[in-house]
């Protein structure tokens, strides 16, 4: 096959394997990570003390797999099909980590993509990676033209917004790549105002220090009280920016198997969740994304929830019988 024909067979592959985009970037240094660079230098990276580690590794995507030439860039919608809102007494989860763990999903639709790929190509060798390896897969992402960056850093794709969730397979394949695309994100900045704790500087950076994601899902410390108190009944993860984003409204559901289709554990019941033994905290949590928190996280932020919830709750009693 010409390389020309060889990237045309591997995108059909890819979206009869279940993604809904897919683009090919060349597997090289990538271009514009100063960005990195900055939000490292400033502490917004917080406790993830990975995220400094293997800096040159992140900016170059040849450098993770050694001889490869290609990287194929892949994305699955995640807009719910069916979105409930959360009643009194009910602690919100961020949209992504309602269904199956989708680091697992994803990266099985990719193996099983690399070994038809391998079948047609025997000398085929590459890496599948989900959020695995110190791979910036947005700024890859951008290069296989699957989107932009918009101001909350999020990656948005025509059509299915910033509700994405990224895979990538680095491999020796010579592919033909894509251009990246102008916009969407038009700088409107309704993301920047409508984030609860002003973590989003509007260039694109996120400082996890003030996110509410960050601290519910990945930091098992004290949560500091500013960041609590605009916590609202979130008990893991934050959406806040997602939702005000224009290119998110009126979207077409997203993949059933990282949803939960028509039945999404969208919000818990705090009073249940409270009162968990560590064995209901597995059978709930199993085979979930959110299970990247962990039981005592989970807790944390399901009394904060529920006190959040509590004093929104009098306020507004109060406030009728004024």
Known sequence: MTPRERTDWVKALATAGGFARVGVAVAGALPHMDGLDRWLAAGMHAGMAYMARNTELRKDAAGIVPGARSGICLAVPYAPALDVAAGLGQGVIARYARGRDYHKVLKSRCHALMDIIRQEE????????????????????????????????????????????????????????????????????????????????????????????????EDAGEVPDFVAQRMGARVLGCDACQEACPHNAALPAGDDEITGGQSPLSVLDLAQVLAWTTDQWDQASRGRAWRRADEHMVMRNAQIAAGNVRRAGFSERDSESL
């Open 122 to 217: 025997p000398s085929f060798d590459g890496r599948a990676f989900v959020d695995s390896a110190p791979l910036s897969e947005r700024t890859l992402a951008v290069l296989a033209g699957l989107g932009s960056v918009g101001r909350n850093g999020c990656l948005i794709v025509p059509g299915l917004g910033s509700y994405v969730l990224l895979a990538e397979i680095v491999c020796n394949l010579e592919l033909v790549p894509d251009s990246p695309q102008a916009g969407p994100c038009d700088g409107c900045g309704k993301c920047v105002s409508a984030c609860p704790t002003g973590a989003l500087t509007g260039d694109g950076l996120v400082d996890a220090r003030r996110c509410i994601s960050y601290w519910t899902l």
